[in-house]
């Protein structure tokens, strides 16, 4: 028996969790992202030559029945083959593999998540690209894709700049929907547990969502969702969520204009009834902001619709008043 | 004069392979028919001679010679005496049960001095002992006798899953073999077991090494990584006393949780 190194061990031991693929389409290329419950992979769809990302169980099944974590991931598939939109990571395939595990393809997504974008912006060594329309833009993109998905009757339960990828041209993809909900489902296993123990401390996993925790992370989940009301929720704690997001993609602007801030704020409210009804609302809202016109969150005085005015038509004030002054001076040239 | 063990020779490889069925060695270790007995006992020590053998020339700080009369005389007892009778897989670990053991038989050895007196018809395994020594010298553990516990833990268990996995990849081996499947265990072999201190050459270079497709060498050595990891959690069935147990230790060993 020869002797076996710790890196051959270490090797041996990576080949054994590895999933086994042998008999699919895809062919593993490396290990790109791990989460909770399972891990993503950088794959070759061998039949399309293609690269795919292959979202994979740790386990084969750890629990039987509902909430199990199997089950879980293919619900997950299906929330996300429900939901064909350019915002939302598009799945490709589903199955079991050899050993047992679930798994499904979907688009491999090259880019950034969009806290690791904004820490790149806010760098001191960063270009332009920083500029508070790119990332209100941004931002809109992200409502868009939510905003859909609440159409379909869909909450994602966990969005975060973690969870949101923005690729080289700008587009933007909101990822992991292990823990979305369908509005009007009865609660499945996980919102049972997050509602098990209201008002007692909870740890949330900062990467992703765990089984055995409470659904969202901590700072970006609303404060009925942290409570455990899972059966209140409704697409209002998503939007505290964009709100919290917005917060986030603000960091590095300053200044913050108030209208934007008060975006922020609204969506942000602590009780659910003063937030937007609806992401597509919050799209609105800030899309208006960008067009110069008055955004609901905030009721302006005259004097700031006034200088909103001005600033709107600056370009043509300018004009005319350039036009009057020299009318003006010609007019006195003349009388002289 | 001693006796040779009845139940081969305990270096791992090919001898005394354990039956298809491959269930807890510690049941059949306490089984009541020789048969199943001795084939227990050989699996079990068979995985941990070398970790216990390593364990005692660290932990207790043993010169080589001690250490291997030591390991010789601790496996012989628990042959002849049954002491893993005495173990509940509900409460421990088998490896656990076994430092326990063994702390307790090295403590004790000076004042039984029974070692003495062994001879006549005593239990002699057949254990590569220079090849231990040889294997702890290429590790170099930076520990001690003196180090703590929780260190002197890591390292037992890390040379437990070395021992496993050398064991695995020599059947492995074998199966192979029996199968004509050579080029997959070579190519098993040359990307996951070698470690020269270089990179790892590529499937590219594999394939052009070989003479076969690259997609030939992700067949193959998927199907090698497949086998060995039904291989070791088959060995790793025999080493536990329970399913839970089992399933615990292939997540926390081989981070997999078997189906």
Redesign the interface.
Known sequence: MSWLSDEAISRLKEASSLPDVSGTRYRLIERVGSGGMGAVYLAEDSVLERRVALKILDVPDMLNGAGGVSERLVREAKILAQLEHPGIVPVHDAGTLADGRVFYAMKFVEGKQLDQLVKDMNHPSASGADLLPDRLRIFQRICDAVGFAHARGVLHRDLKPENIMVGPFSEVLVMDWGVAKILGSTPDEFDAEAGQSPGHARTVSPARTAHGTVIGTVGYMSPEQARGEVENLDARADIFSLGAILTFLLGGSEPVPREVAAIAQKAMAPQARGRYSSASDVALDVARYLDGLPVSAYPENVFRKGVRWASRYRVAIVLVLTYLVVRALLILFSQH | MTTETKIGRW???GGGRFPATRWSAIVAARSEDSGERSRGLEAIVAAYWKPVYKYVRIRWNKPNEDAKDLTQDFFARLIEKGTLADFDPAKARLRTFLRVCVDHFVANEAKAAKRMKRGGDAIHLSLDFP?AE??LE??KPALSATASSERIDEFLE?EF??SL???S??ELRQFCESRGKQTQFRLFEIY????NGQKRAGYAELAKKFGIAV?DV??YL??A??E??RI?LERLREMTGSEEEFRREA?A???????
């Open positions: 270096g791992g490889g090849a040889a294997e290429r590790t890390k899953i070395r996995f050398g064991l990849v020599e996951d077991l070698e470690d997609t992700t067949n998927a199907f990584r497949r060995f990891r070791a997540r060993l081989l981070g997999v949780e078997p189906k």
